[in-house]
């Protein structure tokens, strides 16, 4: 794999590092992280998660918000015991879905809270330029946390939405429009390039691939069709399950750097 070739392994001493995973939404711990997740908790690391939003917006045009928030967060918790944590582990800042750039400041500081009493070796952040807005404004958050505490972690940016581009999933063939759209969307993101040259770490998950897929599966509105039939979006819709498929090779990336 080319993947393998590209990025250095990290070592089983890295593993045992103490570790804060912020998550923009439900479920991004999982996708980006969640193979780290189980080999850091069966080396015996201590590791939390910090979801940063309230997971009420995702199927909003078909469930109420409080309903679909309640939804989520008892996914998360499920999904969170099946990567090997317990509910203490968890942490839910409830900032409003798809608004957390508007609560920067009030996000800043309770980062900087949960930072200064974990205290982790190491973070694990969305890519500054993982597409979705809260997803960059987590990276932006913890950034200037890291800075405003003085604590010296290593940081380790994951990719979600940038595998949603060209090469890594398939240019639509619908139309001339969509792949146009699809190819710029790609050469501007630079993921193409970017994932050979920034994202040189990796921790080698081929051995836990299947209590990972158990993981996601436990976020069931994400995963399947709760209600309301095709209506329903999930995961598997995105790039005809291309996308989803990129969580699941044998090794989880990161671009690592020290602030």
């Known amino acids: 794999m080319l993947l393998s070739r590209a990025n250095h392994r990290g070592r089983p001493d890295d ?8 998550s923009p939404h439900f479920d991004d711990e999982t996708l ?40 989520r967060i008892s996914e998360a918790f ?20 798809r ?9 800043v500081d309770m980062a900087a809270e949960l930072l200064l009493r974990l205290k982790p070796a190491e973070v694990f952040v969305p890519h500054l330029r993982d597409v979705h807005p809260d997803h960059v404004a987590t990276n932006k958050i913890v950034v200037l946390a ?23 999933v398939r240019v639509p063939r619908e139309g001339v429009r969509q792949t146009i759209f699809m190819l710029r969307r790609s050469l501007r993101s630079g993921f193409g390039l970017r994932l050979f040259k920034d994202f040189r770490h990796s921790v080698v998950i081929s051995d836990v691939l299947d209590a990972k897929r158990a993981a996601l599966a436990a976020y069931k509105s ?38």
């Open 99 to 107: 608004k957390l750039s508007r609560h920067i400041d009030d996000a």
């Open 146 to 168: 890291l800075a405003k505490c003085g604590l010296g972690a290593i940081v380790n940016e994951y990719p979600v939405w940038l595998w949603n581009h060209w090469p890594w």
């Open 32 to 71: 980006a992280c969640g193979g780290t997740i189980i080999k850091k908790k069966k080396a015996g690391a201590q590791v939390s998660i910090v979801f940063m939003t309230d997971g009420s917006s995702s199927h909003a045009n078909l469930i109420p918000p409080g309903e679909l928030s309640a939804i």
């Open 15 to 22: 593993l045992r590092r103490p570790a804060i995973v912020f």
């Open 222 to 259: 994400q995963m399947t069709r709760l209600k309301f039939g095709e209506r329903w979006p999930i995961l598997h819709d995105v790039s005809d399950g291309e996308f989803l498929e990129c969580f699941f090779q044998n090794h989880e990336i990161f671009r690592q750097h020290g602030l």
């Open 78 to 97: 499920a999904a969170a015991h099946l990567l090997g944590l317990d509910d203490g582990d968890l942490h839910l800042l409830k900032l409003k879905e």
